[in-house]
């Protein structure tokens, strides 16, 4: 009875238009979002550096890829790589100018990895479907070559790895080895709520509605008056610019140091299977699917534990691959929108309960 729109009159195309326009998802929302900076003051270094912040770094990740893939139909399996290209070169724009603000060159680094991502997106006017995933692969491996053999992009380091330095802002240590896990999260959370909110002004827009409509039909699309060339390649190009600050902030607001195997072809399928479990074309997605991945293994390891029954840190690795193959299996043939679908038709029920309709 709490969830009801009885009494929520639209008066405006702009009330009518929005993106929430049940109240009680407004407070949810901000409840939500109020107990996410919380955590920051009452969580412990575990929680906050083991579990919230990969995942929210993989939110952004995912969503980049939904707007590729669930969004514009284009698939991709050149993740990872991207990532990649926003932490290698956010870590030469700390060294080249390292007096200039850490969250500008995690920001700044977006737009290499979009000029990337661009470029290898043009066999994306000619080819579709299975082989536009075999031209994205050959870009993962690609970049993860230049990765290991260009030497100038990891300042000729004797490992060939990314070290990040120490930064500051605001006198506080957000980067480096004195960094805290709370200050990081902070950031990463910051981070991810603008890019969300971004995120689904540009898929409600203009350009979003050009992107499904690609997506549904692209030669309806192209009658109707989309040009193929600006649309596919601005969907790279976006989808890449998210994937590459993911990348940027994964090194230097997580790991603290990385080799080029982090950016490996492991990743982009990861990312991938988050969105195909969350949900293809829906943020919401991104983030259940983020969870459901991130969290499944630590699941696995102390439920059984704490039931009495203890998992050995291989068994737990194993159990996860099955369990994550089982989901994808389940969501393609019973509900290819995902955990978002779901999520979405419980709302529905439950605005209309105890009715059926």
């Known amino acids: 009875m709490l969830y009801r729109e009885t009494g929520q009159f639209k008066t405006s195309y702009h009330s009518d238009q929005s993106i929430f326009p049940i109240l009680q998802d407004r407070i949810g929302l901000g409840i939500i979002i109020f107990a996410a900076y919380a955590l920051a003051w009452v969580g412990n270094d575990f929680l906050l550096n083991a579990m919230l912040t990969p995942f929210l770094i993989s939110t952004v990740a995912a969503i980049g890829l939904n707007m590729l893939t669930g969004y514009t139909g284009l698939l991709s399996l050149g993740t990872g790589a991207f990532m990649g290209v926003g932490a290698y070169a956010c870590y030469?724009?700390?060294t080249i100018f390292p007096n200039v603000n850490i969250l500008i060159w995690i920001v700044t680094s977006g737009l290499f990895s979009a000029l990337?991502?661009?470029?290898?997106?043009l066999?994306?006017?000619?080819?579709?479907?299975?082989?536009?995933?075999?031209?994205?692969?050959?870009?993962?491996?690609?970049?993860?070559?230049?990765f290991t053999r260009i030497a100038w992009l990891y300042n000729y380091n004797t490992s060939g790895a990314i070290e990040v330095p120490q930064r500051e802002l605001f006198g506080l240590v957000v980067t480096g080895p004195r960094a805290t896990a709370d200050i990081r999260y902070l950031i990463v959370l910051t981070l991810v709520i603008v890019m969300t909110w971004l995120a689904s002004n540009i898929v409600r827009g203009r350009i979003g509605r050009t992107w499904m409509a690609v997506r549904d039909m692209d030669i309806a699309a192209e009658l109707m008056g989309v040009r193929m060339l600006p649309t596919k390649l601005l969907a790279?190009?976006?989808s890449s610019f998210y994937c590459g600050v993911a990348g940027a902030m994964l090194v230097f607001l997580w790991y603290g140091s990385a080799e080029s195997t982090v950016f490996s072809i492991n990743q982009s399928f990861t990312i991938l299977f988050m969105i195909i479990i969350g949900g293809l074309g829906s943020l919401?997605?991104?983030?259940?699917?983020?969870?459901?991945?991130?969290?499944?293994?630590?699941?696995?390891?102390f439920v059984p534990t704490s039931l009495g029954v203890p998992l050995?840190?291989?068994t737990v690795e194993h159990l996860t691959f099955v369990v994550v193959g089982?989901?994808?299996?389940?969501?393609?043939?019973?509900?290819?929108?995902?955990?978002?679908?779901?999520?979405?038709?419980?709302?529905?029920?439950?605005?209309?309960?105890?009715?059926?309709?």
Request: overall charge positive.
């Open 92 to 94: 030469k724009l700390t």
């Open 116 to 121: 990337v991502g661009a470029v290898f997106g």
């Open 123 to 146: 066999p994306s006017l000619r080819i579709k479907g299975f082989y536009l995933a075999i031209a994205t692969l050959a870009a993962q491996f690609f970049l993860e070559w230049c």
């Open 236 to 238: 790279f190009a976006i």
């Open 284 to 301: 919401l997605g991104s983030f259940l699917g983020a969870a459901l991945i991130y969290m499944l293994p630590i699941a696995l390891k």
């Open 312 to 314: 050995a840190p291989a």
């Open 326 to 357: 089982a989901l994808i299996i389940f969501f393609l043939i019973v509900e290819p929108h995902g955990l978002a679908r779901l999520w979405q038709i419980g709302k529905q029920k439950l605005r209309v309960w105890p009715f059926p309709y």
